[in-house]
């Protein structure tokens, strides 16, 4: 079964300081990739998303993600964070064609940016 | 399109009353998928249906809960009797697949507490 991992549970940042949260996933075959982000008391919304191509994918709000296949990873990076970033940060993995197309969640990251 | 709509936004309930949750999926999506959200557990899939038909409910945690999708355009999550421990938010999603993307467009949310 596919998972996935997220090592950083919770980040505190200044303002304008980077940002990279990692993200790997439990799966041998083509895989679709995500990043979703959750405001306080809102619904989940796609970051961005990686399906096939260029491995450095460009999201909404300046954030950008890397596929790493070998590493079977996708950190998501930005690289000045703002206050309103503050959220939980969702990594997720579905099968690319032919197998499941369930959403698998990680545990998600919670950022917390002071101004 | 309006998006993944659920209902009630906030829900609270005594202890052993029936609640029923609520999810309009986006027109002509063929998976919904019920998700429920908690501080301990993170995003647990209980859930989900392809093209009306529920294909796996092993994450549904007890037989207290039951859902199902009469029609391509809702679905419902019910818990009978209801418990404390069901307090969570519970979002419901939708996707399709076959247009070549597997991202899942969620739902508000409902905010339900058992008291």
């Known amino acids: 079964a596919q998972s996935v991992s997220q090592h950083n549970h919770h980040v505190i940042l200044s303002e304008a300081a980077s940002l990279e949260l990692g993200c790997n996933y439990s799966y041998g075959g083509t895989v679709n990739l995500f990043w979703y982000v959750q405001y306080p008391g809102q619904h989940l919304q796609l970051l961005l998303k990686?399906?096939?191509?260029?491995?450095l994918v460009k999201g909404i709000k300046g954030f950008e993600a890397e596929f790493i296949k070998s590493k079977f990873s996708f950190n998501l990076r930005k690289p000045s964070v703002q206050w309103s970033d503050t959220a939980e940060y969702f990594c997720?993995?579905?099968?690319?064609?032919?197998?499941?197309?369930?959403?698998?969640f990680g545990r998600g990251t919670s950022l917390i940016v002071h101004p | 399109d309006a998006g993944v709509i659920q209902s009630p936004r906030h829900e609270v309930t005594e202890m052993g009353q029936e609640v029923t949750l609520r999810c309009k999926p986006i027109?002509?999506?063929?998976?919904l998928f019920w998700y429920r959200q908690t501080m301990m557990r993170g995003l647990e899939l209980l859930i989900y249906f392809n093209n009306n038909v529920p294909i796996d409910d092993s994450g549904m945690p007890e037989d207290r809960f039951s859902a199902k999708m009469p029609n391509a355009s809702f679905s419902t999550l019910k818990i009978q009797p209801s418990e404390p421990r069901d307090s969570a938010v519970y979002f419901c999603a939708s996707s399709f697949p076959s247009r070549g993307s597997t991202e899942a467009f969620f739902g508000q949310g409902t905010r339900l507490t058992v008291v």
């Open positions: 990686y399906f096939s191509g260029d491995p």
């Open positions: 997720a993995v579905t099968h690319a064609r032919g197998g499941s197309y369930i959403p698998t």
């Open positions: 027109s002509g999506h063929d998976y």
